[in-house]
């Protein structure tokens, strides 16, 4: 099994190295080809692991080699494979596998094509170590990983010029990645707080050994833990206030988008929370600020999307609102709930990505669906993968999505969080009507771009065979959420409707599908049939408030960029130069000119030295006189 | 081998004084000869080190001056076995990747002096001896920066000299103090280390001692705000100067207070601890903004260097294994990234002649190699896991949280402000489209170029994966020296707060 | 009757004319002058405490302060006609070439 844990997690690393070699050379389809056979690979470890834990209820622990050791402190490389790490190898590597396929076609034209699987298989290596840890520190390994990946993929495209932010909202790709890791960085000093927090009172960071250790830590102690490592979980996952690097990051290649600013890195936060949960279910306040944040975060995202123009901006608000949903249920204590959601999102939400990353690839890049428009009639498979996956997100029944979500929903419900539960059914409806706003206004209606330039057509053959296995889970993962539940409830605490929500299941159903189909069937109604502009909502307050996403992005801009950037300048200026500096130099030059004017005692003439020296003598006649 | 020191410490000198009568010609070869014997010297020490063994090794004892107590005492523990194996390391590496033309003679010559004062800081154990290869490792350096150096050389360097001479001399008093209190003490003279030790002073003498080494060590470091020297040499020495100045000279500072400050005035470095930290936090945030608004590359560099130093401060006075030995970690994590750094600069002005950063722009496209192991340096810089920037941080960080978490949330901002400014510094440089014409045909990095580089960043991803044949020596030698500063302490609080691992032994 | 304390003003009395001439005068024959004068006025308080107190220690260092006053100002002239015969002038005020 150890040798199975090896290959599962150094495959991709192989795999990067192996792309990494051929970096700097032109573009080579067998690099690409090699990349993705290595990453299936890992996903087949990933799933006869699953399959062994599975069937034998084992854990299987091993250690690499010992890392870094001072003091009393003493952290190992070492791996954990137990029903949540094998459940999130298996969502990870299959993901990442169908991506990769899916890169050789999208990224066919792309001149760096070598080097973009090299960071894209660091980047999967960085997620394995992430999740598949068996400690708080070899998390962190892979938590930073992730980040470098993020950036380096974020800014991919570096090339492009920085523009204004109202011609680009992002600026540009280099902005947007620097911005997502630093912001990230934030985060993280949090979680190496929580860390240490850890280490100080457990005096390890092995996850058995600390949980083992929490009832004997004072509440204190746990609260300011969990608080920390969930500053760390806020980053990763893109939570308020840390949220807009995720819709920046969309300035990376769209394939990126899918698989890490979607469907597996940002989920690392509400992950982090799942295995730690023994943590977070003895701190009921933090765990309750987890829930709320999370359901503020799913609306306040949900209503960002509801007005957006960007096909992938859009996806990106729909995934931060998703990560709220997800939080929203951790925080409440249904763990095996949001680690399913995490799941089930992954398939449709990287499946919607890839939709329009070949609706991109069709209309050369252009992004804006208001100059979209008719496009199911020449890309029919697109059109049906990605009408599944925002069926699935919407939350209609058959789809994944809806045993998902409903769950959560209902777990809002049944710890009587009420304000909660209206808050998230409302999102959901807001869900489904800018799921298919964004589907009628790309595929239905009337071309509105240019058609004399532009001939659309559907991306190769083996890209849309390679979505596919998405597209099934997207329809049929549901159905196994039983299955799922009994498997993960090994591991983490089971989660029971209360007898009162078991009546009313069938309710509460019919309410939140009632929203669900309610939005739909607005967006049906305003754009299936073209794109007809109100400019009096567009001009309203509260459209611009969403469009410029709650002015926040301009808020950091003016009052924490540019302030920092003017208080260095001045430190710099004004202090370093002309006051630390200024001194040392000041100290300096008095001696200097000390010398400089009493030099002028050495006139040359015998005479003045005489008088010198008797007045000397004078003085010190004088001095012993007075003294003596 | 009983004499490897003495070697270690005059085979460089010697070979330089034998370079006067080399051809200008092969100068270069037989610098890289040289400093490769060197290294490898160095390495075989390590290779005979016993890493089980805390205490001092491979001591040599010769008296000089008998009846003033003044010896040839030499000898190495594991907290100085890697500052010397880096010293030594630096050097060669620095040699290799010269590309300097004027001079070229005296330029390897003054190295090789100045890598045998360098060592002979790192182990003397004389209070006189360490004092004379302090002072006399300012000479080449002197030279370098002033022969060598940019249009402000000669102010840079004489302010380079005055500055850390006046501390050393404040620093000197201090010694002849402990000297003659000695001599109070048991009616002989001695400037051996090992003696001074033993004597326990007063908590008030203690005091005003830790003042005088203070002021030697903390502009040697630099600390805030004694660090303004170390812009102007930074950004006036020629590319070897700023190498050896970061990697090594710097770390003179912090070696010192270990070697002395900690063990010979516990009571006093605890009482110290608050006002050192601030100044370290001074040191981190501060001059990372400043930082941050520099032009110059070599200056946003030079100013990350003081922010660096500052972690290591922090970790020192820790008080306890996990932040020492991360701050001795880091010592020599710093001195290959940051001299690695230096050394990229010195290749990108080598080729435009001009560190600006508005200059640039665009580089990875046009330089690919270069920027990838710019990236990698500038990865350990900000601390990613995996390199070695983050063992030495990470170490630091959590010692500290022991003694005063506040401080160590206000210090950990190091990871936030250090990926601002060296993130600023990448996208201005290398990212962005090529906007100015002579960028679009820089050439790569040439094969010497990489072969300089190559092993430092093996050497940084190395250690970043497996520090520990690196930590554990360092960790044992602290781990003595944490015990010795239990025991010596006079006040209570400072017996409380020294933290002794006891799970040292078990961990192995 | 004459005493040790009429002695000692003279000798004062003729210190101070020496040392004014020290400090005022510019020219060096002057100066050597005003010197031997103020050795003078030493001599004749060591000749009168040596009477005084009746020890001949006193009178044998005015017999040592004169033969070192009679080389001084043999080997001072010497230099003093070098001097002039280089610059054509014993004079202080021109003699200023070593200056800070």
């Known amino acids: 099994m150890e040798n199975l844990i090896y290959i599962a997690l150094f495959a991709p690393l192989v795999s990067s190295l192996f792309a990494g070699v051929f970096a700097m050379s032109p573009r080579a389809t067998f690099v690409g080809v090699i990349s993705s056979i290595l990453l299936l690979v890992s996903f087949f470890a990933s799933a006869q692991l699953a399959y062994f834990v599975y069937s034998t209820n084992a854990v299987i622990h091993t250690t690499m080699m010992p890392w870094i050791m001072a003091g009393d402190f003493f952290v190992e490389f070492g791996f954990v494979v137990d029903h949540i790490s094998v459940t999130m190898m298996t969502v990870v590597t299959l993901v990442s596998t169908v991506v990769h396929i899916y890169s050789i076609g999208y990224?066919?034209?792309?001149?760096?094509?070598?080097?973009?699987?090299?960071?894209?298989?660091?980047?999967?290596?960085?997620?394995?170590?992430?999740?598949?840890?068996?400690?708080?520190?070899?998390?962190?390994?892979?938590?930073?990983?992730?980040?470098?990946?993020?950036?380096?993929?974020?800014?991919?495209?570096?090339?492009?010029?920085?523009?204004?932010?109202?011609?680009?909202?992002?600026?540009?790709?280099?902005?947007?990645?620097?911005?997502a890791f630093i912001m990230n960085r934030v985060a993280d000093l949090g979680m190496l707080i929580g860390i240490f927090i850890l280490y100080w009172s457990v005096g390890s960071l092995k996850y058995d050994v600390v949980f083992a250790t929490l009832p004997h830590l004072s509440e204190t102690v746990l609260t300011t833990a969990a608080l920390a490592l969930f500053i760390g979980a806020m980053g990763k996952s893109a939570q308020f206030p840390l949220h807009t690097w995720l819709t920046d990051a969309m300035e990376g290649p769209t394939p990126v988008s899918a698989l890490i600013h979607a469907a597996t890195m940002v989920t690392a936060g509400v992950f982090l929370v799942i295995r730690a949960n023994p943590l977070f279910a003895m701190t009921p306040e933090v765990s309750f600020f987890i829930a709320g944040l999370g359901t503020f975060v799913a609306f306040f995202a949900a209503s960002m999307a509801l007005v957006n123009r960007d096909l992938k901006r859009i996806i990106a608000f729909s995934t931060l609102s998703q990560l709220g949903y997800m939080f929203a249920a951790a925080g409440l204590g249904a763990y095996w709930i949001a680690l399913f959601h995490l799941a089930a999102h992954?398939?449709?939400?990287?499946?919607?990505?890839?939709?329009?990353?070949?609706?991109?690839?069709?209309?050369?890049?252009?992004?804006?669906?208001?100059?979209?428009?008719?496009?199911?009639?020449?890309?029919?498979?697109?059109?049906?993968?990605?009408?599944?996956?925002?069926?699935?997100?919407?939350?209609?029944?058959?789809?994944?999505?809806f045993f998902s979500k409903d769950a959560i929903i209902e777990t809002a419900f049944n710890e009587e969080a009420y304000v909660l539960w209206g808050m998230l059914v409302v999102t959901a409806g807001m869900t489904a009507f800018y799921s298919f706003r964004q589907v009628f206004l790309t595929f239905a209606g009337v071309p509105r771009y240019d058609t004399h330039h532009l001939h659309p057509h559907d991306m190769y053959r083996y890209v849309l065979i390679a979505m596919s296995p998405l597209a099934l889970l997207a329809v049929f993962a549901g159905f196994f959420k039983e299955e799922f539940e009994a498997f993960v409830t090994h591991l983490l605490p089971s989660y029971h409707m209360s007898e009162h929500t078991?009546?009313?299941?069938?309710?509460?159903?019919?309410?939140?599908?009632?929203?669900?189909?309610?939005?739909?069937?607005?967006?049906?109604?305003?754009?299936?049939?073209?794109?007809?502009r109100d400019e009096k909502c567009e001009n309203?307050?509260?459209?611009?408030?969403?469009?410029?996403?709650?002015?926040?992005?301009?808020?950091?801009?003016?009052?924490?960029?540019?302030?920092?950037?003017?208080?260095?300048?001045?430190?710099?200026?004004?202090?370093?130069?002309?006051?630390?500096?200024?001194?040392?130099?000041?100290?300096?030059?008095?001696?200097?000119?000390?010398?400089?004017?009493?030099?002028?005692?050495?006139?040359?003439?015998?005479?003045?030295?005489?008088?010198?020296?008797?007045?000397?003598?004078?003085?010190?006649?004088?001095?012993?006189?007075?003294?003596? | 081998m009983d004499n490897i020191l003495t070697l270690l410490v005059f085979f460089p000198a010697i070979a330089g004084l034998l370079g006067f009568v080399i051809e200008e010609k092969s100068m270069r070869v037989y610098g890289i000869t040289v400093t490769v014997l060197e290294f490898f010297l160095s390495l075989w020490l390590w290779g005979i080190y016993d890493g089980a063994n805390a205490g001092l090794q491979f001591v040599e004892f010769v008296p000089i001056i008998p009846s003033m107590g003044v010896n040839y005492y030499l000898g190495l523990d594991g907290i100085s076995l890697f500052i010397v194996l880096m010293s030594t390391f630096m050097t060669m590496i620095g040699v290799i990747s010269l590309s300097i033309k004027k001079n070229l003679k005296n330029m390897i010559i003054s190295l090789l002096f100045l890598e045998m004062t360098m060592i002979g800081v790192f182990v003397s154990l004389d209070a006189i001896i360490f004092y004379l290869f302090w002072e006399l490792s300012l000479v080449p350096m002197f030279y370098i920066i002033g022969a060598w150096g940019g249009p402000l050389r000669i102010y840079a360097s004489i302010k380079f000299f005055l500055y850390t001479f006046t501390g050393s001399l404040v620093m000197l008093v201090g010694m002849l103090y402990v000297a003659y209190a000695y001599h109070d003490l048991t009616g002989v003279w001695s400037f051996a280390l090992t003696d001074w030790y033993s004597v326990v002073f007063s908590v008030d003498a203690q005091m005003w001692l830790f003042a005088a080494f203070f002021v030697g060590f903390a502009i040697k470091v630099p600390m805030f705000p004694f660090h303004t020297w170390l812009p102007y040499a930074h950004g006036q020495a020629p590319t070897i100067g700023s190498v050896i100045l970061a990697a090594v000279l710097l770390k003179m500072g912090t070696y010192g207070f270990v070697r002395f400050s900690l063990p010979m005035f516990p009571d006093a470095a605890v009482i110290w601890i608050e006002p050192i930290a601030v100044l370290s936090l001074i040191m981190i945030i501060y001059t990372a903004m400043v930082a941050y608004a520099q032009k110059d590359i070599k200056q946003v560099i030079a100013y990350s260097s003081v922010s660096h130093m500052g972690i290591i401060m922090l970790g020192i006075f820790a008080m306890n294994a996990e932040g020492i030995t991360g701050s001795v970690f880091q010592m020599?994590?710093?001195?290959?990234?940051?001299?690695?750094?230096?050394?990229?600069?010195?290749?990108?002005?080598?080729?435009?002649?001009?560190?600006?950063?508005?200059?640039?722009?665009?580089?990875?496209?046009?330089?690919?190699?270069?920027?990838?192991?710019?990236?990698?340096?500038?990865?350990s810089s900000v601390g990613l896991p995996l390199t070695m920037g983050f063992v030495g941080e990470f170490l630091v960080l959590i010692g500290f949280y022991h003694v005063s978490p506040m401080i160590t949330i206000l210090g950990g901002t190091s990871i936030i402000l250090?990926?601002?400014y060296m993130l600023s510094l990448f996208k201005k440089s290398f990212f962005g489209p090529v906007t100015i014409e002579e960028n679009r045909t820089l050439k790569d990095l040439n094969a010497n170029e990489i072969w300089s580089l190559l092993p430092l960043v093996v050497l940084v991803i190395w250690l970043g994966v497996y520090p520990k044949p690196v930590l554990q020596p360092i960790d044992n030698s602290v781990h003595a020296l944490l015990k010795f500063m239990d025991e010596k302490a006079v006040n209570e609080e400072t017996k409380a707060l020294i933290h002794v691992a006891t799970k040292t032994k078990e961990a192995k | 009757m004459i005493g040790l304390t009429h002695y000692l003003i003279v000798s004062a009395i003729l210190f101070s004319i020496g040392l004014v001439g020290v400090l005022r005068r510019r020219n060096l024959l002057m100066l050597f002058f005003a010197t031997e004068v103020m050795l003078n006025a030493v001599n004749i308080a060591f000749a009168a405490i040596s009477h005084y107190y009746n020890d001949l220690t006193g009178q044998m260092f005015a017999f040592f302060v004169i033969a070192i006053a009679a080389s001084e100002v043999a080997v001072g002239l010497g230099i003093l006609i070098v001097l002039y015969k280089k610059n054509g002038s014993i004079d202080l005020d021109d003699l200023v070439s070593m200056k800070g």
């Open chain 1, 107 to 179: 990224m066919d034209h792309d001149k760096s094509f070598n080097r973009f699987f090299s960071y894209l298989s660091a980047f999967v290596f960085s997620m394995m170590v992430l999740v598949m840890s068996d400690n708080f520190l070899g998390l962190f390994i892979g938590w930073e990983g992730v980040g470098v990946c993020s950036w380096l993929l974020i800014g991919f495209w570096y090339h492009k010029p920085d523009v204004s932010r109202d011609e680009n909202p992002s600026i540009s790709p280099s902005w947007a990645a620097n911005e």
């Open chain 1, 540 to 628: 309203s307050f509260i459209y611009k408030l969403l469009v410029n996403q709650y002015y926040i992005p301009h808020f950091y801009e003016e009052f924490i960029a540019k302030p920092y950037t003017m208080i260095s300048q001045k430190l710099w200026q004004e202090v370093d130069m002309k006051i630390v500096d200024a001194i040392v130099d000041a100290i300096a030059y008095f001696f200097y000119n000390s010398g400089d004017v009493t030099r002028r005692m050495q006139t040359g003439n015998l005479s003045h030295y005489l008088n010198w020296m008797a007045a000397g003598t004078a003085v010190l006649l004088l001095a012993a006189v007075l003294f003596a």
């Open chain 1, 502 to 532: 078991h009546h009313l299941v069938g309710l509460l159903t019919v309410i939140v599908l009632g929203f669900a189909i309610g939005g739909i069937y607005l967006a049906y109604k305003k754009y299936y049939n073209g794109l007809k």
């Open chain 2, 418 to 420: 250090g990926a601002v």
């Open chain 1, 346 to 401: 992954a398939f449709f939400k990287a499946l919607l990505f890839l939709g329009a990353g070949n609706v991109m690839h069709a209309m050369h890049d252009e992004l804006d669906i208001f100059k979209m428009g008719g496009l199911k009639k020449y890309m029919r498979w697109t059109y049906i993968y990605m009408g599944v996956a925002s069926l699935a997100l919407a939350g209609i029944p058959v789809f994944a999505g």
């Open chain 2, 332 to 379: 020599i994590a710093h001195g290959i990234v940051s001299g690695a750094l230096f050394m990229l600069v010195g290749m990108i002005y080598d080729r435009r002649h001009t560190k600006m950063m508005d200059q640039f722009g665009g580089l990875a496209s046009v330089m690919p190699k270069f920027a990838l192991i710019f990236g990698v340096m500038l990865m």
